[in-house]
């Protein structure tokens, strides 16, 4: 048949190449948002806190206390401090007596990316996670430690009339700590307390390759009555406030301390990061409603990885720490059937693989109708040129006799585009999977991947999803001139690239996706094409 002179612009090719466009640039905005540090430097003209000298502040914004140095620390603290230490298999840290804060916490039966011990919290104490102050007060609570058991300690602090009893009973198999908080006696001054959730702020390392850049993201979640939200730790510094606060967590991607409040009163969160110090910390304020009232605080401190069945299974408010993005009610669905599969093959590569062949099959009725409306569509196109001819000054009656012929022909000009709708939110759900699932995290496949939430480091993967996908695009049926079959020959270039910086699990879903396609295309050609109905017959 002769298309040569086909319009371009037909529907199908304008919804599929508007698709990839939108896809192309909406990534990029999405990524700039997201990984902000991968192309900029750390500020150098953040004032900072020096010996002697206050730390500069925006005005009319009070500083956290837990945001000085370490030698303002120093200076408010007279009752030298006394270190208690619990060590578990699961996780391991020190309690200091200066507000029973926690220090060289140690996440056991995990590896950074190059080996070391993952560590949570501020190295150099800028303040020290969980720890509980006065409201309005700059005095750090000097606790006196009880070891009552192998996992519980209870602290007493006296300041005035006013005592704190502090309780932490530790949950290692959870990486849970229940933290109860009472305050008794009189003291006009007193206003609530505080307690605070620390990390160290680390700058991007190897920069961003392409689409996405190497490194692991940091970020505060709040789940709050009112909103959830989650500010990502990038290159400018911020201080914000959040109220009426269920849930807070700072921490990346694959591990995070979280509290869960338990309390009565919703607690004001306060965040802030000051890249200059290389510190972010999240301070949750507890007012008093009632003077003269008991004084009681509950609530759960987490610190560990960020494992969305094990969150989920203490709240389902913490389990929201995790990030699975807009489509989070189907990646929740992919990662337990993907751990439904590596129950099965103790890898979580195959079990990417056998997740895809599902996924293509749970679309190949969908798969199937697209092949029937391309291959109906291919038939009448010498009819489609002749209506174009025939009304050529007339496009009002010309689109009314195409739609004509494609409804007798039961022909859906959209019916090619329908699988890419269906799997473009599993493909957004399941990067999300990838990239934030701490089961995921160093992840083996075989031979060269070692890795499955980073990228192919030789890039195989790419290379073999491209070439699949450029067989599939030459054997598929298509009603295109030829200009605009080279042009769409392109996409597979354009997905290759696409995905050369992604994490090999995702182009390993890609591939084998491909790979289905193509057997699917060879099966689909053996039938015969059904005859022809003309218009008006």
């Known amino acids: 048949m002769n298309n040569e002179q086909q319009n371009f612009f037909d529907a199908r090719t304008i919804v599929a190449v508007i698709l990839v466009g939108l896809t192309f640039v909406g990534w990029q905005t999405y990524m700039q948002k997201k990984y902000p540090l991968a192309n900029k430097k750390a500020p150098t003209d ?35 401090e006394k270190i208690s230490t619990f060590e578990s298999e699961n996780l391991s840290f020190d309690i200091s007596s200066r507000g029973m804060g926690l220090k060289n916490v140690r ?22 996670s969980f720890e509980t102050r006065l409201l309005g007060r700059e005095e750090i609570l000097p606790f006196t430690v009880e070891k009552v ?41 007193f206003v609530g307390l505080t307690t605070f959730m620390t990390e160290e702020v680390v700058e991007a390392e190897g920069g961003q390759n392409f ?91 987490f610190v560990g990885p960020k494992s969305h069945q094990l969150l989920n299974a203490v709240d389902e408010n913490l389990g929201k720490v995790v990030d699975f993005g807009f489509f989070h009610w189907i990646g929740r669905h992919i990662l337990d059937l993907l751990k439904w599969f590596f129950g099965l093959t103790s890898n979580w590569g195959w079990s990417i693989i056998l997740m895809t062949i599902v996924v293509r099959f749970g679309v190949l009725p969908f798969n199937i109708y697209s092949y029937k409306s391309m291959k109906a569509m291919q038939a009448i196109q010498p009819q489609i040129q002749a209506l174009r001819e025939k009304y050529k000054d007339d496009q009002a009656k010309q689109q009314q006799e195409m739609m004509a012929l494609m409804k007798t ?44 939430s980073l990228k192919d480091p030789f890039y195989i993967l790419p ?75």
Not at 419 to 448: D, K, M, R
Not at 486 to 503: A, D, E, R, Y
Request: proline residues 6%; aromatic residues 10%; glycine residues 6%.
């Open 463 to 537: 290379v073999l999803m491209g070439v699949t996908m450029f067989i599939q695009q030459k054997i598929t049926p298509n009603t295109m001139d030829p200009a605009q079959a080279k042009v769409m020959l392109m996409m597979p270039l354009i997905f290759t690239f696409f995905m050369v910086s992604l994490p090999s699990g995702l182009t390993l879903y890609m591939w084998v996706g491909a790979v289905f396609s193509v057997i699917q295309q060879l099966y689909f050609m053996r039938d015969k094409p059904k005859p022809l109905v003309t218009q008006g017959a």
């Open 149 to 189: 058991n192998d996992r519980l300690f209870v602290g007493r602090a006296s300041v005035g009339k006013l005592q704190v009893t502090k309780s932490m009973e530790i949950i290692p198999e959870k990486y849970l700590i229940d933290y109860k908080v009472q305050v008794t006696g009189e003291d006009d001054r």
């Open 211 to 301: 689409l996405m850049p190497q490194f692991e993201k940091q970020e505060f979640y709040i789940g709050a009555s009112d909103t959830d939200e989650r500010v990502l730790i990038d290159k400018e510094d911020t201080q914000k406030s959040w109220s009426r606060v269920k849930v807070a967590s700072i921490g990346s991607q694959y591990f995070t301390q979280a509290i869960l409040d338990k309390s009565q009163v919703l607690p004001e969160a306060k965040g802030r990061t000051n890249h200059k110090n290389h510190y972010a910390d999240l301070m949750l304020q507890y007012s008093v409603l009632n003077k003269g009232s008991a004084f009681d605080l509950n609530y759960l401190g």
């Open 409 to 452: 022909n039961k022909v859906n000009p959209l019916g090619g585009c329908l699988p890419v709708f269906l799997q473009f939110p599993i493909f957004i759900a399941l990067y999300q999977v990838l990239g934030n699932s701490v089961e995921l995290y160093q992840a083996p496949f075989t031979l060269w991947i070692h890795d499955l």
């Open 46 to 80: 953040v004032a900072t806190s020096v010996p002697g000298a206050a730390e500069s502040k925006p005005e009319g914004v009070k500083i956290p206390v837990a945001t000085a140095t370490k030698v303002e620390t120093s200076k408010v603290t007279n009752a030298p």
């Open 107 to 128: 996440v056991h039966k995990f590896k950074d990316r190059k080996g070391g011990t993952i560590e949570l919290g501020h190295p150099e104490e800028t303040a020290l």
